[in-house]
């Protein structure tokens, strides 16, 4: 047992007593050895000394000051566990967040095979202060010391090693000095002096138990070199350092909604995270939200802050100077992409080296996760100007454009039949298609803005981006009213997009006269879908026969054409139309026909929608029990589907779950569901209109008799932040 006694002025939270006092008190503790007690000077001085043991000033592994520390009693021990040979520098401000960063990077230099270190990461990305506290956590390991070598200063590689050797005191060469001591140097900003690598690989060959510990903007490329890319902060840490360092400049500040989206629109980036709060005293979060378009400049640090981090132009531009001119170019012209791109990409549209572009991933200019290659955005910020310098921006903008457009005609088809990964494949490049768009209609080529928005509405519809797809669709039809095909498929997306919104009266003027377009042009499939829209503008406005004459004509269609899975939509519809008019026995009949053809050929898309309105039909009858089993495969289909997810019939199923709920007497998981069911739809940016309308009207009327307001608005409240899965489980919990 070892003992650590501190006096100071700790404070009580949820999980106990907290604060810098409680930290030191453990730092002390953590210096000594079994059956120690030691006392920090500030207790020390509440005392007679006598029985004290003065055993000097000491650096705690939190890197804070100095402590002068006392041993209770004379037995004599081993130096104490602090950081006595250490020149590590005392950071003006504490160590925030990284633990998870700080306990990967402690386990790496724990490892007896893990001899080179490299913590790479852009500029402003934390690689020091996180190497300057994992070496100081280090302690332990290293009896002989721990040694910072700055390294930002030096401009001659031939330096490095002299500049170690001096840090260590070293009078006879630095592997000489070393030896077999069990040493830590930790080499702080490498990536300039790069040239000085080869002799790190004969240090670690001359002393066998020294650890290298390098931060740098890109790797060494020595043989056994561990790479550790430092990664932005999480936003919950990127939170808390602005709110810390604000607090810092302006001891009354108060965080605002406007904090954690300032942080994520700055990559979380300490540097810039830092930087930002220090503007706090005169810029208010919204204001330096309204300011973001001029990040690198804006934000600046005050006196005594390294050259290189006095903004973040600076810091950005520090690595930029060290690029050759293959890697210049390219880094600017990779800056055309929203959202990075793939490999093929960046060859087709920025004409990328493969040698090149990873260059420029090792050099921490570039991220590649997966099979994508990306930047930080402030970082792309900078990109974006050298390549409006270069004089090929708009050369590089059409390209992308081109690139994108095609790639969104080769989607086309495979949209149309709903596959996944073609969906997937086009939510990675969301941003790409906004910025082509963009750059097609500030072109004034109206005919391309068309024939891409036509291309990609099936995405927009099937992924839920509904309010952004029927923007852009209207926009690109008022650009170009010629009778093509195209605008055909635009008119059908623009109807399609305008039932998901429920713009009734819009979907049937654009239904028409999509089918009369794609009637005149011969194309038979595209009748068949407009047919099928134009008969669901007809049944919401309760013209039930004529509804179902256009849907009866879409089935059959689609079954001439061969296109089963439309035709069992087209069904399913028709199937509605009975049933508004009172054939329900016929009506359920086609739903389970339906579902049986649907599982016959694995059509999960259909058999989920059949099973969930089979359930309804369960539940508008009181068989609760019938239905619960179809909502839940239902469910579970949906779930499954993570290549193809439906955020409307997810809401839905949550819907009707609320149903049996409240017929079953559960009021208050009920009221869950259905305030969870009304925030999924908030998302989509539609409302409930026809029938599921009355079901939530009916469900609301079931339990608000069982609750008082309070309870009720309670109940509510928590509902809008479950998500589908934990609704799901909580009704079928409930029902069970």
Known sequence: MRIGIHTGTPHVAEEGYVGADVHRAARVAACGHGGQVLVSASTASLLDTDGLRDLGEHRLKDLSAPERIYQLGDEDFPALKSLYRTNLPVPATPFLGRERELSQVGALIARDDVRLLTLT????????????????????RFPDGIFWVPLAPLRDPELVLATAAQALGARDGLAEHIADQHVILLLDNFEHVAEAAVGLSELLAACPNVQLLVTSRELLRLPGEQAYPVPPLDPEEGTELFVARARAALPNFVASDAVPELCDRLDNLPLAVELAAARIRVLSPEQLLERLSQRLDLLKAGRGVDPRQQTLRATIEWSHDLLDKDERRLFARLSVFAGGCTLEAAEQVADADLDTLQSLVDKSLVRQTQERFWMLETIREYAAEQLEESGEADELRRRHAEHFLALAGEAEPHLREESGQWLDRLEREHDNLRAALDRLEASGVSELVLRLAAAVWWFWSLRGHLVEGRRRLESALAGDERPTATRANALMGAADL???????????????????????????????????????TLAVEGEWSEAQQRFDESARLFRELGDEHHARQATSRLAWTYESLDDLDRARALHEENLRRARASGDEFIEARSLGVLAQYALDEGRVDEAVPMLKEAHRIHRDRRDHPDRYWNAVIVCRFARALALEGRAAPAALLLSCFEALLEELGVSAEGW?????????????????????????????????????????????
Do not use: C
Not at 725 to 732: C, G, K, Q, W
């Open 121 to 140: 990461g852009p500029g402003g990305t934390g690689k020091t202060r996180l190497g300057l506290q994992a070496a100081a956590e280090a302690s332990e």
């Open 498 to 536: 305008a039932i998901d919104t429920t713009d009734h009266v819009t979907a049937r003027l654009r239904a028409e006269e999509a089918l009369a377009l794609h009637r005149t042009l011969g194309d038979v499939w595209g009748a068949a879908y407009s047919l099928m829209i134009l008969g669901f």
């Open 692 to 736: 599921l309308a009355k079901n939530t009207e009916l469900t609301l009327s079931t339990i608000r008799g069982q609750f008082d307001e309070a309870a009720f608005a309670e109940a509510w409240e928590r509902g809008r932040t479950l998500s589908v899965d934990e609704a799901v489980a909580l009704a079928l919990d409930s029902l069970d």
